[in-house]
C-alpha cells in the first residue's frame, strides 16, 4: 500500500514560516527518483514549488527561490520537508506532496497553507 502523510500546514501571518513534511511508506520507497512539493490557490493550475532528486539535485520555482528550502531525510530518504520562509500572502494555497517511483507519480493529500497579511 502506497501512502504520503504530509502535515505542518496552517495560518501564519506575512513574514512568518511554516515547515512542511511529507513522509512516504509503502513499496514506492525502494524506487523513489524525485520527491516535490506542489501547490494550487483557488482559480489557479497546479504548480510545482519545488523537487529534490535522489541525487540531491534541486529545482524551486523562481516565485519561491531564496525563501523555500526543500530537502530530504539524509537516512531514511523517504521524507521530504519545505521549509517556507518570509511567507507572502500570495503563497497561500494547499500543498501537495509529490513522489516520482518506478515511472509512476503519487501525491498526498493537501495541506492547506494560509498567509494573512
Known amino acids: 500500500q502506497v501512502q504520503l502523510v504530509e502535515s505542518g500546514g496552517g495560518l501564519v501571518q506575512a513574514g512568518g514560516s511554516l515547515r512542511l513534511s511529507c513522509a512516504a511508506s509503502g513499496r514506492i520507497i525502494f524506487s523513489i527518483s524525485t520527491m516535490g512539493w506542489y501547490r494550487q490557490a483557488p482559480g489557479k493550475q497546479r504548480e510545482l514549488v519545488a523537487s529534490?532528486?535522489?541525487?540531491?539535485?534541486?529545482?524551486y520555482s523562481d516565485s519561491v527561490a531564496g525563501r523555500f528550502t526543500i530537502s530530504r531525510d539524509n537516512n531514511a530518504k523517504n521524507t521530504v520537508y519545505l521549509q517556507m520562509n518570509s511567507l507572502k500572502p500570495e503563497d497561500t494555497a494547499v500543498y501537495y506532496c509529490?513522489?516520482?517511483?518506478?515511472?509512476?507519480?503519487?501525491w498526498g493529500q493537501g495541506t492547506q497553507v494560509t498567509v494573512s497579511s
Open positions: 529534490i532528486t535522489r541525487g540531491g539535485s534541486i529545482n
Open positions: 509529490n513522489v516520482l517511483s518506478a515511472g509512476n507519480a503519487y
